[in-house]
């Protein structure tokens, strides 16, 4: 079933040089964003690998698993900046009933009672993930914090908060 993929990493590793990276990331930045196969971070941003640190989540909210990989990136590999990455033409902006019934509806099943981080009201809910990483108390105070949505139309960046 993964054959393809293995056999990718094997022509992929025959050719590896980047185990001279260190884990801090070079640029010190850290982007939260969606799993959206349309979003490419590394390209739009024009980073290398080891430049950044890359967090994906479905929506790119800021759940409890995302703060607890903030706050080791800014305080152990020396991120001091985090973006926060919403987009266009999300799946998951929706409301939570709407997004439970649709994965209920696939499954055959009732709607599933799981907090799926529906974006309900785009700006809010970014503004509010922002807030929570500005907002937790072990992201020291000097970390730089951004809003941004990306336009899965257009490939532009715009700052929101």
Known sequence: MFEDLLAANERYAATFDLGHLTAPARK?????TCIDSRIEPMAMLALEVGDAKVLRNAGGRVNDDVLRSLILATNLLD???VAVMHHTDCAGASSQEALAARV??????????????AIGDPDADLRADVEAVRSCPLVRDEVTVAGWRYDVATGRISEVC
């Open 104 to 117: 209920g509806e696939r499954l055959g099943t009732a709607p599933p009672d799981r907090d799926f981080q």
């Open 79 to 81: 991120v001091d900046r």
């Open 28 to 32: 010190r930045f850290a982007l939260v």
